[in-house]
């Protein structure tokens, strides 16, 4: 077969290889096989996987290097794409922290703010309560001048 050399089932495939079915001329998923002897020998094919069982000559040889180069540039195509993505989550939690602390601040103004207008309130009810007490005061005040008012006004009318 390839090379006029022997071959065999290859006992572990490479995970690069693992991913990509390739099909023979008979229709099966071809099989990695390595050549045993000859000027190919230790080269990865795919192979029909009935042989040597069959009149199917399929063999297509693996371009090891060629495919791992492909993988890789696949490989630091993702890395680049997930360093990309990182980056910009990075970026974004940095923002997102700064608006926190924009809002912790307003939070924290506002806090002061309302211990303020709490404190205002409160002086406010004591003045409303003072004011109310000194109307009341001035109404007892000004019944009894009427009262004594009039009094006097009667006991002028007699005497």
């Keep these: ?4 050399g022997k071959t ?17 001329d008979c229709g099966g998923v071809a099989v990695v096989r390595t050549v045993k002897s000859g000027a190919n020998v230790g080269k990865k094919f795919h192979g029909c ?5 069959t009149e ?15 993988e ?12 990309v993505i990182i980056s910009q989550m990075e970026y974004q939690r940095q923002m997102n922290e700064e ?4 809002l ?13 207008l709490k404190q205002q309130l409160r002086q ?7 004011a109310t007490t000194n109307e009341k005061h001035y109404s007892v005040a000004l019944l009894f001048t009427w009262v004594f008012v009039g009094f006097i006004q009667l006991v002028r009318k007699y005497i």
Excluded: H
């Design 72 to 83: 890789l540039e696949e490989l630091r195509l993702n890395l680049f794409e997930r360093d």
């Design 8 to 24: 065999g089932s290859s006992g572990s495939i490479s995970s690069y290889m693992s991913k990509k079915q390739v099909v023979c």
């Design 1 to 4: 077969m390839a090379g006029g």
């Design 49 to 53: 996987p009935k042989w040597p069982d």
């Design 104 to 116: 912790e601040f307003k939070k924290d103004s506002m806090k002061e703010e309302n211990m303020e």
């Design 124 to 130: 406010m009810k004591v003045e409303l309560t003072r």
């Design 56 to 70: 199917c000559k399929f063999v297509k040889f693996i371009d090891e290097i060629g495919e791992m180069r492909s």
């Design 99 to 102: 608006k926190i602390q924009k």
